[in-house]
């Protein structure tokens, strides 16, 4: 896909090198990395980085590309296997804590670990 393809707000990435340089060279930079796309202008691109296993956007560090060596390449980010396991896996240890509350008629701490589960 190419950079005009995605709009802003979307979190893409890189699975392609860039356009090779005059000596052969591409560039393999943020390959795999997760990207904020903020939009074009001036003849580059612009994004943030993304932290998918915290959902955090690092404003601190923005990303500008030169549009002509950087314009093929990109796809929507997709979440690894292992980081959706890791998500399973805590909220399967929830519903564990809750049958253990529910066993011990802890409604109380039962409601809270619903209340944890209903913003995962």
Request: proline share 6%.
């Amino acid at each position: 896909m190419t950079i005009n393809d995605f709009k802003k707000g979307d979190i893409i990435v890189r699975v392609e090198p860039a356009a090779p340089y005059s000596s052969g060279v591409c560039d393999r930079s943020y390959i795999g990395e997760p990207i904020v796309f903020l939009g074009t202008a001036n003849g580059c691109m612009y994004g943030e980085f993304y932290e998918p296993d915290t959902w955090i956007v690092n404003s601190d560090m923005s990303l500008r590309l030169p549009i002509d060596c950087f314009s093929d390449g990109w796809d929507y980010y997709e979440t690894p296997p292992a980081s959706r396991n890791s998500r399973e896996s805590v909220v399967d240890d929830f519903r564990k804590m809750m049958q253990e509350a529910l066993s011990k008629e802890d409604y109380e701490l039962l409601n809270e670990f619903k209340n944890v589960l209903d913003g995962i």
